[in-house]
């Protein structure tokens, strides 16, 4: 473990809060902090310094409509979408008219962006066919967070309206996931090479995931301009098989959010967390996913009516902890659609 006094965690917190970019060692170095120290409590303070400083104040939030729910036949280990989770035995697409609904509620509450989420197998034309549809009556920018794609894929999303792209290498990708690591990473270059804006998260973390491998996925996103990464958590859905391992605590995630935050250096526009808690927002996460439809770590078909963290809430934990809801995104200043009706 780590200590405050130790020179080298000192130098590692002033190189990152200069913005330089910090080395893998020294982000593994940083992974041996532990908590509930000294240390811990400092490394959190440069990355709140870093992120308030950096990010002007925003308290961001990325609105999330889940458009489907099915069994998935990914059968992603940590997904209750999934055949094997039995959860969910038919398909269920949420209606245009209610997918309108939940948009013109983030909009009318000031939501920064609209992540559109579908389940592996969701055909593409109709996620184009929704954006287009909600291009038509919001303003907020349209995300989308879907499968891996192609160029003329991603030109598609470009044309139907989105000016972003959810995407993730996930923790455990070809051992609690069926799909290649090298085919994720494509999607990213592909999300850069059409002029999408690309955003990540470190996901799903647990307790079995190996300080290298979170440490590999914070450099992922540094290292290919993400417009905001940050830490989302493993939530073992009931009956998961993933139980058997636990899940951290939002503590241990403030603390993650806090490391990834100093990796991340100066190339970031913010700074995410899922689920929401108030930890992180003085750990340097400044970002919010309120989330209605459907989502992978809920029993419930619609995770408005479970788990998921409406929009008031998000809104209201973080102007209690002092970061403001209502001023501008900074996610979007380069996107040229963003602005376009
Ligand atoms: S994470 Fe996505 S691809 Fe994997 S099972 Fe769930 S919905 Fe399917």
């Known amino acids: 473990m780590i200590s405050e006094l130790e020179p080298r965690f000192k130098e590692i917190l002033l190189k990152a809060e200069d913005m330089s970019p910090l080395t893998g060692n020294e982000a593994l170095t940083l992974m041996r902090v532990g908590l509930h120290t000294k240390a811990c409590y400092a490394l959190m303070e440069a990355a709140n310094r870093m992120s308030r400083s950096q990010f002007g104040g925003k308290g961001e939030n990325h609105f999330h409509i889940g458009l489907n729910v ?6 992603c280990l940590f997904c209750s979408l999934t ?15 209610q997918v309108i609904a939940w948009a013109k509620q983030a909009e009318t ?17 109709r996620l184009l066919e929704v954006g287009r549809m909600l291009r038509k009556i919001t303003a907020v920018p349209l995300v989308a967070n879907t499968r891996d794609i192609s160029h003329r894929e991603g030109e598609a999303l470009l044309d139907a309206g989105f000016v972003g792209a959810y995407h993730a290498v996930r923790l455990g990708e070809g051992k609690d996931t069926p799909l290649k690591r090298e085919k994720r990473i494509h999607t990213i270059q592909v999300l850069n090479d059409v002029g999408l804006l690309w955003m990540n998260c470190v996901e799903p973390a647990g307790p079995e995931h190996s300080a290298e491998e979170i440490v590999d996925l914070m450099f992922l996103a540094r290292d290919n301009g993400a417009v905001y990464s940050g830490i989302m958590r493993r939530i073992n859905f009931p009956g998961s098989p993933m139980e058997r391992f636990g899940m951290i605590t939002e503590l241990e995630m403030a603390r993650l ?48 009516k479970g788990r998921g963290t409406g929009i008031e809430i998000c809104q209201k934990m973080q102007r209690e902890m002092e970061w403001d ?15 376009v009706l």
């Open 70 to 75: 099915e069994p998935c036949p990914m059968d």
């Open 83 to 97: 055949r094997k989770a039995d959860i969910f035995r038919e398909k269920i697409e949420f209606s245009m008219e």
């Open 109 to 125: 509450h000031g939501a920064d962006a609209l992540n559109l989420m579908t389940t592996g197998a969701y055909p593409f034309e």
């Open 257 to 304: 959010v806090a490391i990834s935050r100093l990796v991340m250096g100066d190339v970031p526009k913010a700074h995410c967390t899922h689920e929401p808690h108030s930890a992180s927002l003085i750990a340097g996460a400044n970002l919010f996913f309120p989330e209605v439809g459907a989502s992978p770590r809920d029993g419930e078909a619609d995770t408005e």
């Open 325 to 339: 809801p209502r001023s501008r995104s900074n996610c979007f200043e380069m996107a040229p659609s963003a602005a």
